[in-house]
Antibody, heavy 121, light 108 residues
Framework: EVQLVESGGGLIQPGGSLRVSCAAS????????MSWVRQAPGKGLEWISV???????YYADSVKGRFTISRDTSNNSLYLQMNRLRAEDTAVYYC???????????????WGQGTLVTVSS | SYVLSQPPSVSVAPGKTARITCGGN??????VHWYQQKPGQAPLLVIF???DRPSGIPERFSGSNSGNTATLTIGRVEVGDEADYYC???????????FGGGTKLTVL
């Protein structure tokens, strides 16, 4: 059974750093496209980053240069290192497994339950 | 970057058909995916690649995509279908993933 479990959220001051984690089971993270998607309170979904099976990464403009996505094959986990945090980064952060049938499209078939990051003084 | 437009809200009576639209420039040339999100829960994939249903999703959920509009159709709507619905595409020209703003489905 595929499962994704996020952890590491919490309250952090503006300008601070935080790393959130996503432990995967039932599949191999490094063989899949993995993403982080966030949702600010009362708002819609915002895709922020992807790591491809080949290791390449891509970021939304809103987090580029501040956030870093990575993975650890030894413990089958995905990470998001968040630096220079701002109030507008306050959101629930979801990790999600991406599917790319024939490389022609990209969608998320499994999501974690999310972890809340609150940036406030 | 590519923009997807959804109506903020749609209302429907139980047992009727709900249609939620997702507009985008020539969206018919892209594959559209739909997610259902109930309060306090993670999103759930309900339609992928315009009209395919993941295992476990009722046949009442269907999708179509043509021209500048993709549509999620929910037949014989139930109270349990009340949720936010998001469309999503893969935009290789900009950020890989784009979500619509979401539509709140209310079952009256």
């Amino acid at each position: 059974e595929v499962q994704l479990v996020e952890s590491g959220g919490g309250l952090i001051q503006p300008g601070g750093s935080l790393r959130v984690s996503c432990a995967a089971s039932g599949f191999t993270v490094s063989n899949n496209y993995m993403s982080w998607v966030r949702q600010a309170p009362g708002k819609g979904l915002e895709w922020i980053s992807v790591i491809y099976s080949g290791g390449g990464t891509y970021y939304a403009d809103s987090v580029k240069g501040r956030f870093t996505i990575s993975r650890d094959t030894s413990n089958n986990s995905l990470y998001l290192q968040m630096n220079r945090l701002r109030a507008e980064d306050t959101a629930v952060y979801y990790c999600a497994r991406g599917m790319t049938p024939l490389g022609a499209t990209f969608y998320f078939d499994y999501w974690g339950q999310g972890t809340l990051v609150t940036v406030s003084s | 970057s590519y923009v997807l437009s959804q109506p903020p809200s749609v209302s429907v009576a139980p047992g009727k058909t709900a249609r939620i639209t997702c507009g985008g420039n020539n969206i018919g040339s892209k594959s559209v995916h739909w997610y259902q999100q109930k309060p306090g829960q993670a999103p759930l994939l309900v339609i992928f690649s315009d009209s395919d249903r993941p295992s476990g999703i009722p046949e009442r959920f269907s999708g179509s995509n043509s021209g500048n509009t993709a549509t999620l159709t929910i037949g014989r709507v139930e109270v349990g279908d009340e949720a936010d619905y998001y469309c999503q595409v893969w935009d290789s020209s900009g950020g890989p993933v784009v979500f619509g703003g979401g539509t709140k489905l209310t079952v009256l």
